[in-house]
């Protein structure tokens, strides 16, 4: 700890009192890595504001003393983009103890979170007014309203809804400078200037510390209907996503599952057992849901896919019977990537195409990096209605214990390649942090990297905001 | 002209041919006037690229002259914000010459749509392959893509659908360092970093050039229904809008219109009669639709309004018989300001504050300022589900000619305070253009405008980027 560092706790420590600053190395140990047990940091302090006024005198003081601060929530991101450096420089902000929801109203459809809040607390919240906040993923009892707005998360329902950019109606920062920008108004229209909501959205912590979120909230799902089909390619899944929504607007998960997939998690998942009779190349998952109680959405969808069987476009289905049998159906595409893990080495990227060429890419791709490295296994599985796969590439049975170290780069620059040739997002919901920060660099374009470096030179000229972070 | 100013054009002439530069007083004289004929400027040439190359090209000369550029649409906007300096120091670009629409699917529900396509042409193109581009507004024959997006414009759609900023699907745009930010790949996720394309919807050109933009489009109506209802207070009018959208997806547009401003309608427009008998003190049009054909839009309409007088939510409504009675009621709505025009001399102001809010705002507003400037007649009609009203004064009848000189700015400044006092926007869909960068820049939170001029200084160091808009 430096002599700097150690004036700024004590600091910290008179306005935020003994909860708001923790100095113990037991109590921060579990905060210094990140979920995927990636990245390992350390940190001489983490400091717990309570209240923005009280974020907003920390990042004050990090300004005085030029003393770079690392924003956490749940520290369940996938790209380490809230684990502090190695050296020690930085010291951790949680957010945790910010962790109030303001108001939550029916009527004007907006809660107004604080950055602490843990998104299954939204979920339970909204629930108790009618409503919902249609956003999830698998850390939901961990993740916190300000990181999955710093992150611009995603999920299994942003098909309808979209990802966290517009599920936001505004937001309170504390910016770089310790001034606080108040943008909870909740104003359906406001053309004053550049939206600095949208331009935190997304960015990481590294232009400021998101503390609380005005956010959508749609009315409470009356019903919904799950099915699993099997398709002969993922160009027959995206001919059936387009043959849904040209039929309806009730259309909220679709998953694609390669027979690979399902066949892992059949091995490895205790329990669970085959939607369909016989072998298929591909599969889908289906949701559908309605808010409206007098819509029989079961009979809708399961009339959709015997229409889409006639069609040739499907070759066979089956609709959940009951909310149990619609469990076991997402468990299964919940537990691909356990299972993968149970087989062995996997390399995972979260990337996305256009919508229209991700059948193609999926096949292609997986063809490229199979011939280049003799072996491995690569597929796409996930949210295809939005153009966004989870392509991962199996070690071979033979390959050594080395060889993540070994392959794991050329692979990854080759998917990330492959993926920048097709016009896609190397990142597609996962954000950039630390680990997708060299591939970023190496492969975005000149102009788009000067422009993000002096934005971030702009409102962060002392570079106190999550350092190492997201900017090339 | 200048010499550096008489450099430049003669490079452009050579790059872009006779029809890109324009030098011809008379040919530029219409654009330098902004369409409220409140601003004029001069400018020694108007530059027309017809391609994203040549807009590179120009705006590279103008960095490297250091001459400034001021990009143009239709030229419809309502806070000049597309008109140049009186100096004659910069050069009018207009983008109207890139009018291709590049590409359109209803598979994809995406359009890829230059600059310079006016709104009309989106629509009927949008039309043709059975899908709808849902945001218009007045100007919608004139008005462009570039122009509505660097606005992120609004109208009379947004309940439903957003303003622009919701329904962009990414953008491509000429930065100030002349590099061409490539943003039209459709990805429907992608986390790479900030995100140029929210900075520069709503940025009024000051930070780059848009030159395409990426557009989502919806399932095209089936079936529309308009209907007229009386109510007793605003209050009454917002629980209207409650009550329906707790009963259905459908309403699409939901405008206020006070009985005064019916009263001038019926005064000053020829053609036009009162919806419902009696007189009412407040009136709203409500319009729903639905893009599935098997619905009986007319008859929910009718049903839920029924139910609503019943609850004592309306005093009276009627439901448009036919098309012809729909325009009927919407031509009284959109000939508001008409009327207040030929009545005499009248303030407005585009204004927002939260939804739930704004029903007392406009009661007590308008007590408050006619109070305080014996005389003058203040309401607020228009947009209530958005919390977006125009809320206008009126010049009393024995006011003189020089009311508007003697009183215009004390009138603003007292809304613009009440507003602000409010927790709402001073610009709700206008932008600040020239016309409200006093304004702005006396009421915006000093953290904010440090944010606005370093991100402006950080991306156009040369100030070279319609100089003298929305950055106060």
Redesign the interface.
């Known amino acids: 700890m430096t002599d700097v560092q150690a004036q700024l706790i004590e600091q910290a420590r008179q306005k935020l009192g003994p909860k708001g600053v923790m100095t113990d190395a037991n109590e921060i140990e579990p905060w210094l890595t990140d979920w995927r047990g990636r990245a390992h940091g350390t940190a001489p302090a983490m400091l717990a504001p309570a209240s923005t006024e009280e974020v907003a005198f920390v990042v004050g003081l990090a300004a005085e003393h030029g003393v770079p601060l690392v924003p956490q929530g749940g520290n369940t991101g996938m790209s380490a983009g809230a684990t502090p450096p190695a050296d020690g420089s930085a010291l951790l902000l949680s957010m945790r103890r910010m962790n109030r929801i303001r108001s939550i109203?029916a009527?004007?459809r907006l809660a107004v979170a604080e950055a602490g809040v843990v998104l299954a607390a939204l979920h339970d919240a909204a629930h108790e007014v009618g409503m919902r906040f249609p956003l999830t993923l698998g850390s939901r009892g961990s993740c916190t309203i300000g990181g999955l707005t710093s992150?611009?998360a995603?999920g299994t329902q942003?098909l309808k809804f979209g990802?966290m950019?517009?599920l936001v109606a505004g937001l309170e920062a504390v910016?770089p400078?310790g001034?606080?920008?108040?943008g909870l108004?909740?104003?359906?229209?406001?053309?004053?200037?550049?939206?600095?909501d949208?331009?935190l959205?997304?960015?990481e912590g590294t232009?400021g510390v998101i503390t609380a979120v005005a956010l959508k909230l749609v009315?409470a799902v009356a019903a919904r209907a799950v099915a699993w089909a099997a398709v002969e390619t993922p160009q027959r899944a995206l001919d059936l996503l387009?043959f849904l929504e040209?039929r309806t607007?009730s259309i909220e998960g679709f998953e694609l599952v390669p027979g690979d997939s399902l066949a892992l998690v059949l091995k490895h998942i205790p329990g669970t057992r085959s939607p369909l009779a016989g072998s298929h190349p591909w599969h889908v998952l289906v949701e559908a849901t309605t808010?409206d109680g007098t819509i029989e959405i079961g009979a809708e969808l399961e009339r959709l896919l015997a229409s889409a069987l006639e069609d040739g476009i499907i070759v066979d289905a089956v609709l959940a019977a009951s909310e149990t049998h619609a469990e076991a159906l997402w468990k299964i595409r919940d537990s691909i990537s356990e299972a993968e893990r149970t087989e062995g080495q996997t390399l995972a990227h979260d990337i996305?195409?256009?919508?229209?060429d991700m059948p193609r890419f999926i096949v292609e791709a997986a063809a490229t990096v199979e011939a280049a490295f003799p072996g491995v296994v690569a597929s796409g599985f996930g949210?295809l209605g939005?153009?966004?796969i989870h392509f991962h590439v199996r070690a071979g049975s033979h390959a050594g214990l080395d060889w993540y170290e070994r392959e794991g780069a050329a692979i990854t620059r080759m998917v990330d390649d492959l993926v920048t040739e097709a016009?896609?997002?190397?990142?597609?919901?996962?954000?950039?942090g630390q680990l997708k920060r060299d591939e970023?660099a190496r492969l975005?374009?000149?102009?788009?990297v000067?422009?993000?470096r002096?934005?971030k030179?702009?409102?962060d000229p002392l570079g106190i905001m999550n350092p190492g972070k997201?900017?090339p």
């Not at 001034?179 to 108040?182: A, D, I, L, T, Y």
């Not at 359906?188 to 550049?194: E, I, Q, S």
């Not at 016009?423 to 950039?432: D, F, K, L, Q």
């Open positions: 109203s009527g004007d992150t611009n995603g942003v990802t950019r517009a910016l400078d001034s606080v920008h108040h108004s909740g104003l359906k229209k406001d053309n004053r200037g550049y939206s600095l949208q331009l959205i997304g960015a232009l009315p387009r040209a607007g808010s996305s195409v256009a919508v229209t949210h939005d153009g966004n016009g896609g997002s190397i990142s597609a919901e996962h954000g950039i970023f975005a374009p000149p102009g788009r000067h422009a993000l002096a934005i030179q702009a409102l997201l900017v």
